[in-house]
């Protein structure tokens, strides 16, 4: 089992920023594959962005790619999304997950573990 939990979310102005992080607990050896999705109510969860194994690959979402960094400090078991120039339609409950076995996915589906989410609301 592993056990995610995410902070950092709250209200920003657009143009501003925030960094969301995850905090892994138990067995997070296996965890080869980490991601964020965002969801925003009565929508499936849309992927953001990932990283996998030591934090050297990397892939975003076309929506954020040049203004959210996803990077992943094993050593502490964390994983950060930096989130820069947000805009109104970045807002969305933010979650953290864990994929053993199809690191890199961009699919909901492959991933074992999920984080509570925690919320981003960026007004004008």
Do not use: H
Not at 19 to 36: N, V
Not at 77 to 104: F, I
């Amino acid at each position: 089992q592993v056990q995610l939990v995410e902070s950092g979310g709250g209200m920003v102005q657009a143009g501003g920023s925030l960094t969301l992080t995850c905090t892994a607990s138990g067995r997070t050896r296996g965890s080869l594959g980490m991601a964020w999705f965002r969801q925003t109510p009565g929508n499936e969860r849309e992927f953001v962005g990932d990283v996998r194994f030591g934090g050297e690959l990397t892939s975003y979402a076309d929506s954020v790619k040049g203004r959210f960094t996803i990077s992943r400090d094993n050593a502490k078991n964390a994983v950060y999304l930096q989130m820069n120039n947000l805009k109104p339609e970045d807002t969305a409950r933010y979650y953290c997950a864990s994929s053993s076995g199809a690191p890199g996915s961009v699919w909901a589906k492959d991933y074992d573990y999920w984080g509570q989410g925690t919320q981003v609301t960026v007004f004008t």
